[in-house]
């Protein structure tokens, strides 16, 4: 769509880059487009302005991957202009243009090696009666209510036969900013890629040592935007040298059938990297969908538009792009962001930090309830298991809901094992997650057995510590109450220096919610503990008068100091010796820490603004929006405007430069405010 906001100066809105493209170039060359109404075209050939009497617009899709458009030129000549994927028009070509078709496929092949992406150009001129019958049966079957979209293809395919030739173009296919690197750290993070594209093969190819001559010929390569995690369903063979596996949607169709599917996952398996290119979004969907039943692995895909939606849903993790080529993707996405380099933040940094977080919030909320609950197991052997609680009952209520909850809080929403930039400088930290090293089924055990150890300390050091004491008046300490309140507030301790312990990355709120509740603890007990509560919540509080009765003994308090260190020294130990024989690699990235400085902060990379209300169309697998360009819904017929010559011999577009009225929407000029 041409928009001139401003005298002399034209800018195009086009639903893909590619089309912006094309137009762009025709400009240039001296074929400006102009305007547009439901019923005509107006183009500027060469300072001469043209208008084209537009008939019909044979709308693209999926299956057809191609669109056409039906136009009477001022002379009154009928002709079809058709573009599309180059293996779709070649099969609709004339045989008159076989020895022009070999020298398109050349430029194609060279074209696609460069990294651009291409379509394939033909036109075909019509006949006026053959036209006029064929437009009835256009009309009819476009109002028909059964059956609409088949006969509506029938059409197409009838008038879109022996067309001659045109050419081929190339539009450059830039990476977004970024794009390498990223790739480059998520291998380092042992994340394997898959590229799923629609985009046409230009590489060399080579052949992977193997016994069978049937293997599907591989490359070394380095791109993708699908990845997986190993596992042990589809054994993983090793391979000599670094190859990459590269099969097109034909042998695709092939490789995806059930008696080849499991050797197409074991080829792609042993491979560095996988490439299936000019596949359909079905056969995207079904490539996820075959690692996912027989890897058991974590799946997480990633796509810009709406030929990427059956993948996206099809993966354990969709990530959707907001890029020119429509929302889509992202409306159907579990994450959405504009750049693609920001997938390394979501996965090394954010991914990483929130499944240590969790897996810390796990083990410490299973051991501080093992802990609390298996203390009362030991203590059923001296109450005749007659089911009267340790604590008091306050405690039990409390206990979870108040001294325990905003520490384990905290801990699984601000702690970190090392900063940003330590993540992105190491991205190998990445992999103890894909192996589960922090909870699984070992680690569940090693909790329930350092709860066991705990409880016991918990309740025996107490006991014994209380058996046949007085106090320093010689009145009596020993009695139900007094045990209980230190066996509580031993557990207490050792469950705020065991979350201390684990905490790497301290905050104002973490220290606020661990010494906030201690003393939370402590003001609580001494209120309802004290003598001042005995007339009001006589019956509501039975240990009234327990707190002064046993916090202010000497012993009281060196049995809480001996208990906590017998619970937390093993712990200490324990891990103090596994760091010096068996180091993992956050160990040694966070001793690192400490001797080196912080990494520098990568520079932020300036991102030209762009657009994003466009929606995909040659490459994007939707239907198009022919229908609505000639409904007469969104565009006005108006009049057109005779203009002088645009194009003069210093302002030639054929010129070095480009004059500066013919800048296009996505050439930004410096500074801009664009909305």
């Given at each position: 769509m041409?928009?001139e906001k401003?005298e002399g100066?034209l800018?195009?809105?086009?639903?893909?880059?590619d089309?912006?493209?094309l137009v762009?170039?025709?400009?240039n060359?001296?074929f400006v487009f102009?305007s547009?109404?439901?019923?005509s075209?107006?183009?500027v050939?060469?300072?001469?302005q043209?208008?084209?009497?537009?008939?019909?617009?044979?709308?693209?899709n999926n299956v057809?991957?191609?669109?056409?458009?039906?136009v009477?030129?001022?002379?009154g000549?009928?002709?079809l202009f058709?573009?599309?994927?180059?293996?779709?028009?070649?099969e609709?070509l004339?045989p008159?243009?076989?020895?022009l078709?070999?020298?398109?496929n050349?430029?194609?092949s060279?074209?696609a090696?460069?990294?651009?992406?291409?379509?394939?150009?033909?036109?075909?001129?019509l006949?006026?009666?053959?036209?006029?019958?064929w437009k009835q049966?256009?009309h009819?079957?476009?109002?028909a209510?059964?059956?609409r979209e088949e006969?509506l293809?029938e059409?197409?395919?009838?008038?879109?036969?022996?067309?001659?030739?045109?050419?081929a173009?190339a539009?450059?296919?830039?990476?977004?900013?970024?794009?390498?690197?990223?790739?480059e750290q998520?291998?380092?993070?042992?994340?394997?890629i898959?590229?799923l594209?629609?985009d046409k093969?230009?590489?060399?190819?080579?052949k992977m040592?193997?016994s069978?001559?049937d293997?599907p010929?591989v490359?070394?390569?380095?791109?993708?935007?699908?990845?997986?995690?190993?596992?042990e369903?589809?054994q993983?063979?090793?391979v000599d040298?670094?190859y990459?596996?590269v099969?097109n949607?034909h042998s695709?169709?092939?490789?995806l059938?059930?008696?080849?599917?499991?050797?197409?996952?074991?080829t792609a398996?042993?491979c560095?990297t996988?490439?299936?290119?000019?596949?359909?979004?079905?056969?995207?969907?079904?490539?996820?969908?075959?690692?996912?039943?027989?890897?058991?692995?974590?799946?997480?895909?990633i796509g810009?538009?709406?030929?990427d939606?059956?993948?996206?849903k099809?993966?354990?993790?969709?990530v959707g792009?907001?890029?020119?080529?429509g929302?889509q993707?992202v409306?159907?996405?579990?994450?959405?962001?504009?750049?693609?380099?920001?997938?390394q933040?979501?996965?090394?940094?954010?991914?990483?930090?929130?499944?240590?977080?969790?897996c810390?919030?796990?083990?410490?909320f299973f051991?501080?309830?093992?802990?609390?609950?298996?203390?009362?197991?030991?203590?059923?052997?001296?109450?005749?298991?007659?089911?009267?609680t340790?604590?008091?009952?306050?405690f039990?209520?409390l206990?979870?809901?108040?001294?325990?909850?905003?520490p384990?809080?905290?801990?699984?929403i601000f702690?970190?094992?090392?900063?940003?930039r330590?993540s992105f400088?190491?991205?190998q930290?990445?992999?103890?997650?894909?192996?589960?090293q922090?909870?699984?089924?070992k680690a569940f055990?090693?909790?329930m057995m350092?709860s066991?150890?705990?409880s016991?300390?918990?309740?025996?050091?107490?006991w014994?510590a209380m058996?046949?004491?007085?106090?320093d008046?010689?009145?009596?300490?020993?009695?139900?109450?007094?045990?209980a309140l230190?066996?509580q507030t031993?557990?207490?301790?050792?469950?705020?220096?065991?979350?201390?312990?684990?905490t790497?990355y301290?905050?104002?709120?973490?220290?606020f919610?661990?010494?906030?509740s201690?003393?939370?603890y402590?003001?609580?007990t001494?209120t309802?503990?004290?003598?001042g509560?005995?007339?009001?919540?006589?019956?509501a509080?039975?240990f009234?008068?327990t707190a002064r009765?046993s916090?202010?003994?000497?012993?009281?308090?060196l049995?809480?100091?001996?208990?906590?260190?017998?619970?937390i020294?093993?712990?200490?130990?324990?891990?103090f010796i596994?760091?010096q024989l068996?180091?993992?690699?956050?160990?040694?990235v966070?001793h690192?820490?400490?001797?080196?400085?912080?990494?520098?902060?990568?520079k932020?990379v300036r991102?030209?603004?762009?657009?994003?209300?466009?929606?995909g169309y040659a490459?994007s697998?939707s239907?198009?929006?022919?229908?609505?360009?000639?409904?007469?819904?969104?565009?006005?017929?108006?009049?057109?405007?005779?203009r002088?010559?645009?194009?003069t011999?210093?302002?030639?577009?054929l010129?070095?430069n480009?004059?500066?009225h013919?800048r296009?929407?996505?050439?930004?000029?410096?500074?801009?405010?664009?909305?």
């Open positions: 041409p928009d401003k100066e800018y195009y809105q086009a639903q893909s880059p089309e912006g493209a762009t170039a025709a400009r060359f001296g102009r547009r109404t439901p019923e075209i107006t183009v050939e060469m300072g001469k043209v208008i084209y009497e537009l008939l019909a617009v044979l709308d693209f057809r991957k191609r669109m056409s458009v039906i009477r030129s001022p002379e000549k009928l002709t058709c573009k599309g994927a180059d293996t779709i028009i070649f609709r004339h008159s243009c076989k020895k078709v070999e020298v398109t050349t430029h194609l060279d074209y090696g460069e990294g651009l992406r291409t379509l394939a150009l033909a036109y075909k001129d006949d006026e009666s053959f036209m006029d019958e049966r256009h009819e079957a476009s109002t209510l059964v059956e006969k293809d059409l197409y395919e009838e008038i879109e036969k022996d067309l001659l030739l045109l050419g173009t539009v450059e296919d830039k990476l977004q900013d970024g794009v390498p690197q990223t790739i998520l291998a380092k993070a042992d994340i394997k898959w590229v594209t629609g093969q230009g590489m060399q190819r080579r040592s193997s069978s001559a293997k010929s490359i070394k390569a380095r791109a993708g935007l699908f990845w997986l995690q190993k596992t369903t589809v993983d063979e090793e040298g670094e990459g596996l099969i949607g695709l169709a092939f490789a059938e059930k008696d080849l599917q499991l050797e197409l996952l074991r398996c042993m560095q996988v490439i299936c290119c000019r596949v359909t979004p079905l056969q995207k969907a079904q490539v996820v969908q075959l690692v996912k039943k027989y890897k058991q692995a974590v799946t997480l895909a810009d538009g709406a030929n939606v059956s993948m996206i099809a993966a354990h993790i969709g792009i907001s890029g020119q080529e929302m993707a409306l159907s996405s579990d994450f959405s962001f504009a750049q693609f380099r920001y997938l933040r979501l996965l090394l940094v954010h991914g990483r930090w929130s499944y240590l977080r969790m810390k919030f796990l083990q410490y051991y501080k309830n093992f802990t609390f609950t298996f203390v009362h197991f030991w203590y059923a052997f001296f109450c005749g298991f007659s089911a009267q340790v604590y008091d009952e306050w039990i209520t206990y979870n809901l108040m001294y325990t909850a905003l384990v809080l905290g801990l699984s702690d970190q094992d090392v900063n940003d330590w400088q190491y991205p930290l990445y992999t103890p997650g894909q192996l589960n922090y909870f699984s089924k055990v090693r909790c350092k066991c150890y705990s016991l300390i918990l309740f025996f050091i107490p014994a058996h046949d004491t007085v106090r008046d010689g009145k009596d300490i020993a009695d139900y109450q007094s045990f230190l066996a031993c557990l207490l301790i050792v469950m705020s220096i065991q979350l201390s312990l684990d790497h301290w905050t104002a709120v973490n220290q919610f661990v010494w906030g201690l003393a939370g402590f003001a609580i001494f309802m503990y004290s003598n509560m005995f007339l009001i919540f006589t019956s509080f039975p009234i008068g009765n916090l202010n003994q000497p012993n009281v308090w049995t809480i100091f001996l208990t906590s260190l017998l619970c020294l093993p712990v200490v130990a324990f891990r596994l760091i068996r180091p993992t690699i956050n160990d040694k966070r690192k820490m400490r001797k080196e400085a912080l990494p520098a902060p990568t932020p991102v030209k603004r762009i657009s994003t209300r466009r929606s490459f697998h239907q198009g929006y022919g229908d609505l360009v000639t409904s007469r819904k969104f565009l006005l017929k108006i009049p057109v405007r005779t002088p010559a645009l194009f011999e210093t302002d030639s577009p010129a070095q480009q004059p500066q013919y296009t929407i996505t050439e930004e000029p410096e500074g801009s405010q664009s909305p």
